[in-house]
């Protein structure tokens, strides 16, 4: 897979720039996260995967929803290794299996809030949920989370991030896609996770979540927050590291 990475320019939407840091919120209503399991050795998964990109140009993009795509690893072994597939996310999607005490798992597969979810009709506005802020340092990768909660309470919670790559095309050589050029939106790169330590009211945070030795055509930052050792999140922000 050949990617040609681009120089990091400013925030254009989803959030706003602070020197070279890029600075997110989500406001109080409930932002859902939604989520793709996919491969690019699934012959079906393509029209899902046509379906999130077609986000990109969603008013509510960031603001009322946050996309990620995570590749998994289980159909590799037809012949065509996903270079952007990762264990990590496979383990993620037999972990909600688990959780609705699935015995397996499929793709494409979407969920949303930690759901099984098919898309369609704009679901009810959302009830508040509380206020995630997020500063991130592209040149290094430190990124600062701060959580209020609506309820201030005795729970624990952790915030979880994702680099996002968009613009990434594939040549497909063997397995069910074979032959077909795959565009790729809102896939998962890399990852990282962190406790949220209390202070009064506030929830809050340190990660490091350095972008790749490159940058996609289009990268994206996606924060989520959940109850200590839970997959489902309670709010979620996002927005574009540069061009989106």
């Known amino acids: 897979?050949?990617?040609r990475w681009l120089t990091l320019a400013g925030l254009l939407?989803?959030?706003t720039v602070w020197g070279a840091a890029l600075a997110l919120s989500s406001g109080p209503s409930r932002v859902a996260l939604v989520e793709l399991f996919t491969s690019e050795g699934c012959s079906s998964c393509p029209p899902a995967e046509r379906w999130l990109a077609g986000r990109r140009d969603d008013p509510g993009l960031w603001r009322d929803f946050v996309p990620i795509a995570w590749h998994v690893?289980?159909?590799?072994?037809?012949g065509w290794p996903d270079r952007l597939a990762q264990r990590a996310f496979t383990d993620r999607q037999y972990a909600y299996a688990a959780a609705w005490h699935r015995d397996s798992v499929y793709t494409p597969c979407f969920v949303r809030d930690g759901r099984e979810w098919q898309p369609g009709p704009a679901s009810a506005a959302s009830a508040p949920a509380g206020i995630l802020r997020v500063r991130y340092d592209p040149a290094n990768g430190a990124a600062s989370v701060e959580f209020e909660p609506v309820s201030p309470g005795p729970a624990e919670f952790e915030v979880n991030a994702a680099l996002l790559g968009g613009g990434l095309k594939v040549a497909v050589r063997a397995g069910e896609n074979s032959g077909r050029t795959l565009e790729h939106e809102f896939a998962a790169l890399a990852t990282a996770r962190a406790p949220l330590v209390r202070a009064a009211t506030v929830y809050r945070a340190t990660l490091s979540l350095a972008p790749p030795a490159g940058q996609p055509p289009r990268l994206a930052l996606a924060v989520w927050v959940t109850r200590r050792g839970e997959l489902a999140p309670l709010q979620a922000a996002g927005g574009w590291i540069g061009p989106g």
């Not at 690893?73 to 037809?78: I, M």
């Open 13 to 15: 939407a989803g959030g």
């Open 73 to 78: 690893t289980y159909w590799d072994q037809l």
């Open 1 to 3: 897979m050949k990617i």
